[in-house]
């Protein structure tokens, strides 16, 4: 398998469709000029243009000439950032993330999960929006929905690798908010000291056929970003 990284301008497209569902962007909002608008992404006019025609074939921006580009929201458009709740402190930030290692190992005791295999796949990951380090992860994918994964297999677009390479959606998810330690193995890019409590989000993930396929602990460096939960 041949990993699959999704190219700027659908990396754009896909962040504001994830703002729009988040209610970040509300329906009739007129978006900022496009060279402010590209500046502040940290990408050309170019890009943002084929962001903004990708938008607009999905359906949820208008561009009207001489006037601008406002936003027309949808409830069942979906992103592969659809379920990401943190952003950084301004608001917004455009994910990435650094595969950092992979193992196969038991799967851990706090996921309650019945699925047959024991087994799952550690992987650990450094996410950062707009380039600012902001999240470490560690995301269990059970070995029964993936025999074999290695970190040659990965790149930044997990979600995608999931649809692309084994035909599977993440549909629903469900987070608990806790205080937990700094994991030890966390980068020093992270930017908070090991062991030193900060906020973590625990989350179990179902795919299409609600089977508890991923489990995952996010430690989020609150100096920079928070978890959001806007409620419509």
């Known amino acids: 398998m041949k990993h699959q990284s999704l190219p700027k301008y659908v990396q754009i497209s896909e962040l504001l469709i994830r703002d729009i569902a988040a209610g970040r ?3 009739g909002e007129r978006l900022p000029p496009e060279r402010d608008m590209a500046k502040s992404l940290g990408i050309s006019v170019g890009t943002l243009r084929k962001a903004l025609l990708d938008l607009q074939d999905k359906g949820v921006l208008e561009r009207i000439h001489g006037s601008g580009n406002y936003i027309r929201a949808q409830r069942d458009i979906s992103s592969v950032y659809s379920l990401f709740r943190v952003e950084l402190i301004a608001g917004g930030g455009l994910p990435t993330a650094q595969v950092l290692s992979v193992d196969t190992l038991p ?3 706090e996921w309650n999960n019945s699925n047959s295999s024991a087994l799952a796949h550690r992987i650990r990951r450094l996410r950062r929006l707009n380039n600012i380090p902001a999240i470490v992860e560690e995301i269990w994918l059970d070995q029964a929905v993936c025999p074999q994964l290695t970190k040659s297999d990965l790149s930044d677009a997990l979600y995608m690798f999931y649809r692309k390479r084994l ?3 993440i549909t629903h998810a469900a987070d608990q908010l806790t205080i937990d330690p700094s994991p030890k193995w966390a980068p020093d890019e992270f930017g908070w000291p090991s062991n030193a409590p900060t906020l973590c989000a625990i989350r179990t993930s179902w795919d299409q056929e609600n089977r508890p396929i991923e489990f995952s602990y996010n430690w989020i460096n609150t ?6 939960s806007r409620i419509k």
């Open 167 to 169: 035909g599977l959606w």
């Open 107 to 109: 799967k851990p005791k």
């Open 25 to 27: 962007l509300m329906d």
């Open 223 to 228: 100096n920079v970003a928070r978890y959001i």
